[in-house]
């Protein structure tokens, strides 16, 4: 199936505050590409208490006007679109998005109707999405960082789909993809008795020699991208974390590392993890072989 060229945000009570919308806009104008909007009414809500359908209509379509207004005013020639649905938040946008570029979320809803809103679904909607996942911090400005794109690569093999990510990002930015690598020792080792035997030496040297290697393909690839090598020992996502901190880091991208449909719908327990430290926007990306597998499976 051929992916339309459209990028989805998921859009609540707080879209002013989330920077979500705002960073869906400027990557609309970077790639050209129309932006469409979504609010998700929970429809669980139908049998609840909290269920005014008066005021919960009205309160909707008004955040509709609002942001399909905002829309209407945001620079370039492009027709951006709002929309309006029902159903279960994560699993909606999932399905909405799935023949979409990508799909952007904020971190957390802030607005007075969090119950009807995607804020607290971010990390299903991370887990379940087939296309890449962009969550950003909450009150994001395009202003807030200055540095490369930054690519946690664990295995070139597995890592593909991350990394061509990264990559699109930082050429439409004319920014530098850094390739990040965290490793660590297994539990069985004790780091004296390991910085004595040299084995923590030879280790990093063999990762740094790897990802050397991976950066080397990418500037044949690319002779105009930048492209530049982080390996660090340690535990993976406070590396992560820490690494796109110093770097001022304009966007960290992760692979999701998601497994069988029927047996887990979790992230990697990395990138889950990176999800709870955000210091900037976060690109999940699934490989889509795991997709694959997964219908096979079906």
């Not at 051929?2 to 879209?15: A, E, L, N, Q, R």
């Not at 050209?32 to 209509?57: C, F, G, M």
């Not at 539990?187 to 035997?197: G, P």
Request: proline residues 6%; negative net charge.
């Amino acid at each position: 199936m051929t992916t339309k060229p459209v990028i989805h945000v998921g859009i609540d009570g707080s879209w002013r505050d989330s920077g979500a919308l705002d960073w869906a806009l400027q990557e609309a104008q970077l790639r050209h590409e129309p932006l469409r909007a979504v609010h998700v009414i929970d429809d669980k809500l139908r049998n609840t208490s909290y269920w005014q359908p008066t005021v919960v209509d009205d309160a909707a379509m008004e955040l509709v006007k609002d942001v399909q207004r905002h829309l209407d005013n945001s620079p370039g020639p492009l027709d951006h679109e709002m929309d309006l649905v029902a159903g279960p938040p994560a699993a909606t946008l999932s399905e909405v998005a799935a023949d979409g570029r990508m799909l952007v979320v904020g971190r957390r809803g802030l607005g007075d109707f969090r119950r009807l809103v995607i804020g607290s679904t971010s990390e299903a909607v991370a887990s379940g999405a087939t296309r890449p996942v962009v969550v950003i911090p909450d009150r994001w400005k395009p202003s807030d960082h200055a540095g490369p794109v930054v690519v946690a690569v664990e295995d070139a093999d597995t890592d593909h789909e991350a990394i061509d990510f990264a990559v699109a990002t930082a050429t439409e930015r004319n920014l530098p993809v850094r390739l990040l690598h965290a490793w660590d020792l297994p539990t069985m080792y004790s780091w004296d008795a390991v910085n004595v035997a040299g084995v923590s030496d030879e280790l990093m040297d063999r990762s740094r020699r790897r990802v050397e290697a991976l950066a080397d393909r990418l500037r044949s690839k690319y002779p105009g991208l930048t492209v530049e090598v982080d390996v660090r020992r340690g535990h993976p996502v406070d590396s992560i974390v820490t690494a796109s901190e110093e770097s001022d880091a304009q966007l960290l991208v992760v692979g999701g590392r998601r497994h069988h449909r029927l047996t887990s719908m979790l992230l990697g327990s990395v990138a889950r993890g990176i999800l709870h430290h955000p210091t900037c926007p976060i690109a999940v990306v699934h490989d889509r072989r795991d997709d694959a597998a997964d219908a096979g499976t079906c």
